[in-house]
């Protein structure tokens, strides 16, 4: 029941940023440093997106649910992501969380976008092999 209802959350995610003029570039992306749920692209714009999906009556469940250790990896896997495509991708890239609530006696879920939610996501790490302190002065 957790991955269909997992699942659907990521539907509705895509479709909800499709109506919005978001195309999908990639979803389920699995990399060294794990997952991301959708990667979609707007004009010059990357979107990292991380779906959650509640079932509760509070759609804070799931939008919160993005703890500081998680938004740890999802910060690891754009940069990853940002090492293996940034002679692609255009300038801005955020990370956000789409946090849907679906309910049994409700025809429509409750979708709620949150933007550059997490921090410090738009600057990859450095390509090179020096140590980073080396790099500091430059």
Do not use: M
């Not at 209802?5 to 999908?24: D, K, Y």
């Not at 990667?39 to 759609?59: A, M, N, P």
């Not at 998680?70 to 692609?88: C, F, G, S």
């Amino acid at each position: 029941k957790r991955i269909h209802v997992g699942r659907l959350g990521e539907w509705i995610a895509r479709i909800h940023l499709r109506l919005r003029g978001w195309r999908l570039v990639e979803r389920n992306l699995r990399l060294s440093t794990g997952e991301i749920d959708l990667v979609v692209r707007r004009k010059k714009h990357v979107r990292l997106v991380e779906v959650r999906t509640t079932t509760s009556r509070s759609l804070e469940c799931a939008t919160l649910a993005a703890s500081p250790r998680k938004q740890a990896q999802i910060r690891r896997v754009a940069r990853e992501y940002l090492q293996r495509h940034v002679p692609i991708l255009p300038q801005e890239v955020s990370i956000d969380v789409i946090g849907v609530r679906l309910q049994r006696d409700r025809l429509f879920p409750e979708v709620v976008w949150i933007r550059d939610a997490v921090p410090d996501a738009r600057v990859p790490e450095p390509r090179s092999s020096e140590p980073r302190h080396a790099r500091a002065g430059r």
